[in-house]
């Protein structure tokens, strides 16, 4: 059975950075892309970043590039999020989950393609 145990959020002000740590059990990690979402009050979660199984390829929300960075240590079974230039509108629980299709070679950004999904971590910008 697959586990995700989501950490990292706080209270940070505008401008301001955060690490979001994303720890899976079982070992399907090194198989797997990993994706992050976000789910802000009253809307829809939604695509943040994702990275495949060898982290040769990425893809970002056009929200997030060139602030956030998503990367991955298949040694510790963990996948991470440095979020920088943190934007209010970046409040939201952020949740981490796991590519269902194997050694795919391109991350996908649909919601539909991830499954065991962490619990979340609360992030909150303050302006």
């Known amino acids: 059975q697959v586990r995700l145990v989501a950490s990292g959020g706080g209270l940070v002000q505008a401008g301001g950075s955060l690490r979001l740590s994303c720890v899976v059990s079982?070992?399907?990690?090194?198989?797997?892309?990993m994706g992050w979402f976000r789910q802000a009050p009253g809307k829809e979660r939604e695509f943040v970043a994702a990275i495949t199984w060898s982290a040769s390829s990425t893809s970002y929300a056009d929200s997030v590039k060139g602030r956030f960075t998503i990367s991955r240590d298949n040694a510790k079974n963990t996948v991470y999020l440095q979020m920088n230039s943190l934007k209010p509108e970046d409040t939201a629980v952020y949740y981490c989950?796991?590519?269902?299709?194997?050694?795919?070679?391109?991350?996908?950004?649909?919601?539909?393609?991830?499954?065991?999904w962490g619990q979340g971590t609360q992030v909150t910008v303050s302006s």
């Open positions: 079982g070992r399907i990690f090194s198989r797997h892309g």
């Open positions: 989950a796991v590519d269902l299709v194997e050694w795919r070679v391109t991350p996908p950004q649909s919601e539909a393609d991830f499954g065991s």
